[in-house]
C-alpha cells in the first residue's frame, strides 16, 4: 500500500468490523483507531455518558489527521451510523489527499448476529457489552450508505476470507 489512505471500517455492533479491523492493521502495519475505546476512556476521565458520542468521533478524527499529517495512512473501526461522522471522514480525506476507502460490514443472517452479541466479550475497561435490544435499537437510526465502499457480509464467509477480500480492496 503506497497510497496514502483513511480506511473506514463501518457497521452494527457485532456485523465483525472490530475483528477485520484489526486483521487489517496487522497486515498493513497500520495505526488502528477505535471509537469505542476513546469513548470509554473519555467516561473513566469523568466525562458523563451523553457527552461523549460525538466527542469520541472528534478524538478519533484529530488522531487520525496527525497519522495523515504525518503521512502515515491509518484505520478507524466505528459503527459510523450517519452521514455527520461520515462526512467529517471525507473532508479529513480530501485535507490530506488521503484515499478514502470504506468497508461495511453486515451481518445478513439476524440469528448469527444475535449469537455473535450474546457471546462477545471485548474487556474495554469501563464499556458494557452491547445488548440485541441496543443493536436493533442502532439498526433502527443506521443510514444506508451512498460512498463507494466494499461491503462484507460477515455471516457468510469466514474471517479469513473476508480478511483476504477487504486486502485485496485495499491493495
Excluded at 34 to 53: F, K
Aim: glycine share 4%; hydrophobic share 45%; proline share 4%.
Amino acid at each position: 500500500m503506497t497510497t496514502l489512505k483513511l480506511i473506514i471500517l463501518a457497521g452494527l455492533p457485532g456485523s465483525g468490523k472490530s475483528t477485520l479491523a484489526e486483521g487489517l492493521s496487522r497486515h498493513f502495519s497500520l495505526p488502528l483507531l477505535s471509537v469505542d475505546p476513546i469513548e470509554a476512556a473519555m467516561w473513566r476521565g469523568g466525562l458523563l455518558r451523553d457527552q461523549t458520542g460525538i466527542a469520541a468521533y472528534e478524538v478519533a478524527q484529530a488522531l487520525a489527521a496527525e497519522q495523515l499529517r504525518l503521512d502515515h495512512s491509518v484505520l478507524i473501526d466505528a459503527v459510523n451510523p450517519v452521514e455527520a461522522p461520515r462526512a467529517a471522514w471525507r473532508k479529513l480525506a480530501a485535507k490530506y489527499r488521503a484515499d478514502l476507502k470504506i468497508i461495511e460490514c453486515i451481518c445478513v443472517d439476524s440469528a448469527i448476529h444475535r449469537r455473535r452479541i450474546d457471546a462477545r466479550i471485548r474487556n474495554i475497561d469501563g464499556m458494557a457489552e452491547v445488548d440485541w435490544a441496543r443493536v436493533e435499537q442502532r439498526r433502527a437510526e443506521y443510514e444506508a450508505w451512498t460512498d463507494a465502499r466494499l461491503t462484507l457480509d460477515t455471516s457468510a464467509e469466514p474471517p479469513e476470507r473476508l480478511l483476504a477480500e477487504a486486502i485485496r480492496y485495499l491493495a
